[in-house]
């Protein structure tokens, strides 16, 4: 069964300080690799897909890499509003359809 | 931009009682989900659906669970005998191809009382 683990469980940052997030996949099979964001008492919103070791998504402040084990989401000099849940999953070749996902890393941003 | 719409946001029953989730998915996605997440946990996959059929459903996913796609546009999750472990947040997604990302709605705050 697809194991993901997120570290680290919590990041306090200031406006401005750069940093990144893991994302430990289950390596075999692996057909896409999911970063998503999710606000208090709201759904997951789609980020990036990452499919392949070496390619990466970059949305504003925001990039995604991959690598053959695991994915960081780097946030460059992050403001207040990018406080949220950053949430990592993956589809694997086991499951056509189903999205495992991580616990999860809660983003604080203070200003 | 299109987006999954849910109803209600909030949804209070008694132990025993049946419930509908109701969801409006993307109108041109093929691939309908159901997720869950209790509180302070994993958002978890319940169940998928395509082509007018379930494709891949998880253990949690039991005889009291069902799903259905009466029309073009809804897509419903029934729980029939609702249990007090029943209570989380229910997630709605919907995606255009089999591996495309998953697109998700806010989500029905189900609480059994």
């Known amino acids: 069964e697809d194991q993901v683990t997120q570290s680290p469980e919590a990041l306090r940052l200031q406006e401005g300080e750069s940093s990144s997030l893991n994302c430990s996949y289950t390596?075999?099979?692996?057909?896409?690799l999911f970063w998503y964001r999710q606000d208090p008492g709201k759904g997951p919103e789609f980020l990036f897909t990452?499919?392949?070791a070496g390619e990466e998504k970059e949305k504003e402040r925001l990039k995604a890499t991959l690598t053959k084990k695991e994915s960081f989401l780097h946030i460059t000099a992050p403001k207040p509003e990018d406080s949220a849940t950053y949430l990592c999953?993956?589809?694997?070749?086991?499951?056509?359809?189903?999205?495992?996902f991580g616990k999860g890393t809660l983003l604080t941003v203070n200003p | 931009e299109p987006e999954v719409t849910q109803t209600p946001s909030h949804q209070v029953t008694q132990m025993g009682q049946e419930v509908i989730l109701r969801c409006v998915p993307i109108?041109?996605?093929?691939?309908f989900y159901w997720y869950r997440q209790i509180l302070g946990q994993k958002v978890e996959f319940l169940v998928s659906?395509?082509?007018?059929?379930?494709?891949?459903k998880s253990e949690i996913f039991d005889d009291q669970f069902s799903v259905e796609r009466p029309d073009g546009s809804n897509f419903t999750l029934k729980i029939r005998s609702t249990k007090l472990e029943d209570s989380a947040m229910y997630f709605c997604?919907?995606?255009?191809?089999?591996?495309?990302?998953?697109?998700f709605g806010n989500g029905t705050r189900l609480t059994v009382t």
């Open positions: 997604a919907s995606g255009g191809g089999r591996d495309s990302p998953l697109h």
């Open positions: 390596v075999s099979g692996l057909r896409g």
């Open positions: 990452l499919y392949s």
């Open positions: 999953a993956q589809i694997s070749g086991g499951s056509n359809y189903k999205l495992t």
């Open positions: 109108s041109n996605h093929l691939y």
């Open positions: 659906f395509y082509n007018n059929e379930i494709s891949e």
